[in-house]
């Protein structure tokens, strides 16, 4: 295009700094993510160093352990192939210990998810000092489990155990503890739901306070009480940090080991043996790292496919009730 002096005029847009610098972004945009993706690898670096050396590397080398045959540093690895795991499902003293962990660990979960969610419902009221009172019930969580196993031990002791002198005040015979299998579950369910709870509460508070309050409006206008409210709007709207809840309290659950080690340490008769306590012994005490580290490769692929199938099924279900709310139209 030419003006009347013959001189090529340039479109206003050409001559803009905008459209100019709009050429130039998709360069500087691409420059601005290198450099992020650099800031980004310079900080985890050292992190993603620490957790190769302390567990990354400590975990694939337990795992190849299972397909040898080593007591400790007495002789030379040998390779077994499957030895090792054929034996796991046939020694008694292993699936026994692995059965222990799954229904102990599913104990644990069901209790700490029900009180958890009990203890947020309290912690959720208007009540005065709910700061101070969402810390107390989080202090088992932080506090050291070798000094509050021990407290443990001092109440259930035998001869001058503050439980058992109250039941010789109250004309009833002291209870030996340790000889006990049901008192040794107990305990040891007892200690982990009270250590559990307090984080489990606390993440049930955040999904409480994250459910849109519009929807207790328009149930308090459809006249619903407490108890609809609870099951209609509450707990579907809780349904994620559920699943996360769940996920994570199963895997500690299954891998209880310091309240077995320090409470019990697998008696009586070996009756509250779990699997980690059980890897611990083969590790530590018998050398027996084959074993050791089949065993742990075992324990890592049965949390790992519990916890998908868990989480496959959860959110299957979201997508189930996501489609009858539409209508029957899958989106």
Same mark, same amino acid.
Do not use: C
């Given at each position: 295009?030419?003006?009347? *002096?013959?001189?090529?005029?340039?479109?206003?847009?050409e001559?803009?700094?905008?459209?100019?610098?709009?050429?130039?972004?998709?360069?500087?945009?691409?420059?601005?993510?290198?450099? *992020?993706?650099?800031?980004?690898?310079?900080?985890?670096?050292?992190m993603?160093?620490?957790?190769? +050396?302390?567990s &990354?590397?400590?975990?694939?080398?337990?795992?190849?352990?299972?397909?040898?045959?080593?007591?400790?540093?007495?002789?030379?690895?040998? #390779?077994?192939?499957?030895?090792?795991?054929?034996?796991?499902?046939?020694?008694?003293?292993?699936y026994?210990?692995?059965?222990?962990?799954?229904?102990?660990?599913g104990? +644990?979960?069901?209790?700490?998810?029900?009180?958890?969610?009990?203890?947020?419902l309290?912690?959720?009221?208007?009540?005065?000092?709910?700061?101070?009172?969402?810390?107390?019930?989080?202090?088992?969580?932080?506090?050291?489990?070798?000094? /509050? /196993?021990?407290? #443990?031990?001092?109440?259930?002791?035998t001869?001058?155990?503050?439980?058992?002198?109250?039941l010789?005040?109250?004309?009833?015979?002291?209870?030996v503890?340790?000889?006990?299998?049901?008192w040794?579950?107990?305990?040891?369910?007892?200690?982990?739901?009270?250590?559990?709870?307090?984080g489990?509460?606390?993440?049930w508070? !955040? &999904?409480?306070?994250?459910?849109?309050? /519009?929807?207790?409006?328009?149930? *308090?206008?459809?006249?619903?009480?407490?108890w609809?409210?609870?099951?209609?709007?509450?707990?579907?709207?809780?349904?994620?940090?559920?699943t996360?809840? +769940?996920?994570?309290s199963?895997?500690?659950?299954?891998?209880?080991?310091?309240? +077995?080690?320090?409470?019990?340490?697998?008696?009586?008769?070996?009756?509250?043996?779990v699997?980690? #306590?059980?890897?611990?012994? *083969?590790?530590?005490?018998?050398?027996?790292l084959?074993?050791? &580290?089949?065993?742990?490769?075992?324990? !890592?692929?049965?949390?790992?496919?519990?916890?998908?199938?868990?989480?496959?099924?959860?959110t299957?279900?979201?997508?189930?009730?996501?489609?009858?709310?539409?209508?029957?139209?899958?989106?």
């Open positions: 295009m030419a003006s009347n *002096d013959g001189k090529a005029i340039t479109p206003d847009t001559r803009l700094p905008i459209a100019r610098e709009f050429r130039r972004s998709p360069s500087r945009k691409s420059a601005v993510k290198n450099k *992020d993706a650099l800031i980004a690898a310079v900080i985890l670096a050292p993603i160093l620490w957790w190769l +050396v302390l &990354g590397f400590p975990t694939l080398f337990g795992f190849i352990l299972g397909f040898f045959e080593w007591i400790g540093i007495t002789g030379s690895p040998k #390779f077994v192939w499957f030895h090792n795991y054929v034996r796991f499902f046939q020694d008694p003293q292993y026994q210990a692995l059965w222990r962990s799954i229904w102990l660990g104990l +644990v979960t069901s209790i700490t998810l029900i009180a958890g969610f009990g203890a947020s309290l912690m959720n009221m208007p009540l005065f000092g709910k700061g101070i009172y969402r810390s107390i019930w989080y202090i088992p969580a932080v506090t050291s489990t070798v000094a /509050t /196993t021990q407290i #443990f031990n001092i109440l259930l002791d001869n001058n155990g503050v439980i058992n002198n109250f010789v005040s109250i004309g009833r015979e002291p209870i503890w340790q000889y006990s299998v049901f040794g579950v107990f305990w040891i369910v007892v200690y982990s739901a009270w250590k559990g709870i307090g489990a509460a606390l993440i508070l !955040a &999904g409480l306070q994250s459910v849109d309050t /519009t929807l207790y409006e328009a149930a *308090d206008i459809d006249g619903a009480g407490r609809a409210k609870l099951m209609n709007v509450t707990l579907p709207g809780l349904k994620p940090i559920a996360y809840i +769940v996920i994570t199963l895997i500690g659950a299954i891998q209880i080991y310091e309240q +077995v080690l320090f409470m019990t340490n697998g008696g009586p008769y070996g009756q509250t043996e699997l980690v #306590f059980r890897i611990y012994r *083969d590790a530590f005490w018998d050398f027996n084959g074993m050791a &580290g089949a065993s742990s490769l075992i324990m !890592a692929v049965i949390v790992f496919t519990a916890t998908s199938l868990y989480y496959r099924w959860s299957e279900s979201d997508r189930r009730t996501t489609t009858r709310r539409r209508g029957g139209k899958r989106v």
